[in-house]
């Protein structure tokens, strides 16, 4: 239909400008391009244990990356699963040097993240109010259950905790 943008563009056909299609044999396979897969980094408590964990899971077995995000990351995801499976992130991300960063964390990174600017919120980020931190976040950002995260000012305004 010509009310969405989809409707009103034409393509033309490769041919009509001497461009041939690819031979298959030299298109990357699928399982080659997945390698370089990557999830934004959202940290434990921004989302669910179960969100964190699934992103983690799907990208071990895609060979792709997934991030932690600021928010540290249960240690037992850091040991493979009675399947083989795992549920480790292998980006770890570290910012302030805070929340959950400790010496297993890093070295059960593939990759070390280091959060430099915010970006992707305006003004003062984001942070993790205390209604949130419920028993096993603060267990795993090495914090108090109850307690608001928020990086310290004046970092605040240029990265924050997720």
């Known amino acids: 239909s010509r009310t969405a943008m989809r409707g009103l563009l034409k393509f033309n056909d490769p041919e009509d400008y001497g461009l041939t299609s690819i031979p298959l044999a030299e298109v990357e396979p699928a399982s080659e391009i997945v390698k370089r897969f990557r999830t934004g ?15 983690a899971m799907a990208m071990n077995k895609l060979g792709g990356k997934s991030n932690t995000g600021e928010g540290g990351e249960d240690p037992i995801r850091f040991e493979l ?18 929340f959950g960063v ?4 890093l070295a059960n ?10 970006g992707a919120k305006p003004g003062e980020g984001g942070e993790l109010p205390g209604w949130k931190v419920e028993p096993h976040i603060a267990q795993c ?10 990086s310290p000012p004046p970092h605040h305004d240029i990265y924050s905790i997720e």
């Open 41 to 55: 980094a959202m940290s434990y408590g921004s989302i669910s244990m179960e969100a964190h964990a699934t992103l």
């Open 81 to 98: 699963m009675e399947d083989g499976s795992s549920a480790n992130s292998a980006i770890k991300q570290v910012a302030s040097g805070r």
């Open 102 to 105: 400790t010496i297993e964390y």
């Open 109 to 118: 990174a593939k990759e070390i993240q280091i959060k430099m600017a915010q």
């Open 141 to 150: 950002r090495n914090s108090t259950p109850g307690v608001g995260l928020v």
